[in-house]
């Protein structure tokens, strides 16, 4: 049987369309989010088993832990926020929030994941999830961009502490069409504008992250590590036309 991945955020869109391509892959999943509801029929659906927590809580990466098995072939932290608010309007609580979301949880989800991620019989993966917006400035994303850029550090720094037996690596990604994302998206002005920064000329799809997380979880990405990956329509090394 094909090793199990652990996969957080799994009802968001990136975590759901990579969540389906594992399954499909013959992968046993244990799947966790927020929405119990939602979370249950996806894991029916890939008769995945699943725990309903919110990273924030304390407990939460305790508990998805027992529930989870004692052992792992890969984990995915795709919990994110798109918090845009100019500084002067960022609270204590704004930072604070963001950084644990993005950050913090994907260092502690890690961290409880560690025994189950080394017990597996082959070498272990680990996909993050960054920012185009750690590595370019924007206006009105000082929070989420330095959040995002905290977790291009720790995938670093996890990497070279949890080699050989872990592999860890992260995508950056630009402006994605997914739930978490309709803010800007809905409005298609907006998001017509927003298209036409990128050299490749449209949005982000949750199938171009997912197709690329799959392929850094798997054996062909077995001498990957430490690495950020860029799945941005260019955005970040390209000038638009």
């Known amino acids: 049987m094909a090793g199990k991945f652990l996969i957080y955020g799994a009802t968001g869109g990136v975590g759901a369309c990579l969540s389906r391509q594992l399954a499909a892959a013959g992968h046993p999943l244990h799947l966790v989010a927020r929405d119990a509801g939602r979370l249950q029929a996806l894991a029916l659906e890939l008769d995945a088993t699943w725990t309903a927590a919110d990273v924030l809580e304390p407990d939460a990466f305790a508990r ?7 052992e792992l072939c890969g984990l995915v932290y795709a919990v994110g926020s798109i918090n845009l608010k100019p ?4 609270t204590p609580a704004d930072l604070d929030r963001d950084f644990r979301l993005n950050a913090a949880g994907a260092a502690l989800a890690v961290q409880a994941a560690m ?7 082959e070498r272990a993966a680990v996909v993050l999830f960054s920012s185009v917006a750690a590595s370019l400035g924007f206006a ?9 850029a905290a977790v291009e550090g720790l995938t670093r720094a996890l990497a070279a502490e949890l080699a050989p037996s872990i592999r860890v690596n992260a995508i950056a990604l630009s402006l994605t069409d997914t739930p978490l994302a309709r803010g800007i998206t809905a409005n ?8 036409a920064m990128h050299p490749l000329g449209r949005l982000g799809k949750p199938d171009d992250a997912a197709q ?10 077995d001498w990957i590590t430490g690495q950020v990956f860029g799945a941005d329509g260019g955005r970040s090394t390209l000038a638009s036309r």
């Open 64 to 70: 998805v832990m027992a529930e989870t098995g004692p």
């Open 87 to 90: 500084l002067a309007r960022l």
């Open 115 to 121: 025994p189950a991620l080394r017990a597996g019989p």
């Open 140 to 148: 009105l994303h000082a929070s989420v961009g330095m959040a995002k």
């Open 188 to 195: 298609p002005r907006l998001r017509e504008s927003v298209a």
């Open 212 to 221: 690329l997380a799959a392929f850094l979880l798997s054996a062909h990405a």
